[in-house]
């Protein structure tokens, strides 16, 4: 089945995250809405969009904040909470916030994250700034 992908911008990973290829995509997996949206789907994708758009810069504050702190396990929790979010609206984002969730229960340093979470708050601001841009699209 043909996926269609809104790409926001292409972001180096190899740096930040150990996966085998070069580049990955930024994208909101506009199907996969569509597909929880059922016959309500434009109503529901630009409601979602919406939240998204709203819900991201708290979510990424928590766990700065956390980071800021050094309190692990609120970074956890902050991260698991940005995660589902993420998933939910189907953002390409979600991989990198589960690495961080499973690099912080293997006890990996705070400080050893930095460069994953500096990654992380790049794509959250592209991430938001993409929903906004489909938020108005869907409204017009």
């Avoid at 992908?5 to 569509?34: A, G, T």
């Avoid at 990424?60 to 956390?66: G, I, R």
């Avoid at 916030?97 to 790049?122: F, H, Q, V, Y």
């Amino acid at each position: 089945m043909y996926k269609r992908y809104v790409e926001l911008i292409n972001v180096p990973f190899c740096v930040f995250i150990r996966i085998n290829i070069m580049k990955k995509k930024v994208f909101v997996n506009l199907d996969y809405l569509e597909e929880l949206a059922g016959s309500d789907a434009p109503e529901k994708i630009q409601e979602w969009l919406l939240m998204g758009a709203q819900l991201l810069p708290q979510r990424w504050e928590d766990m700065a904040l956390s980071f800021e702190q050094d309190d692990v396990q609120a970074l956890q929790m902050a991260t698991h909470k940005y995660r589902s979010t993420a998933q939910f609206l189907g953002l390409s984002i979600a991989p990198v916030l589960k690495r961080i969730e499973s690099e912080l229960r293997a006890g990996t340093p705070m400080e050893k994250l930095k460069a994953t979470l500096t990654a992380a708050e790049w794509m959250t601001k592209e991430s938001i700034a993409r929903l906004q841009q489909l938020t108005q699209a869907q409204a017009a």
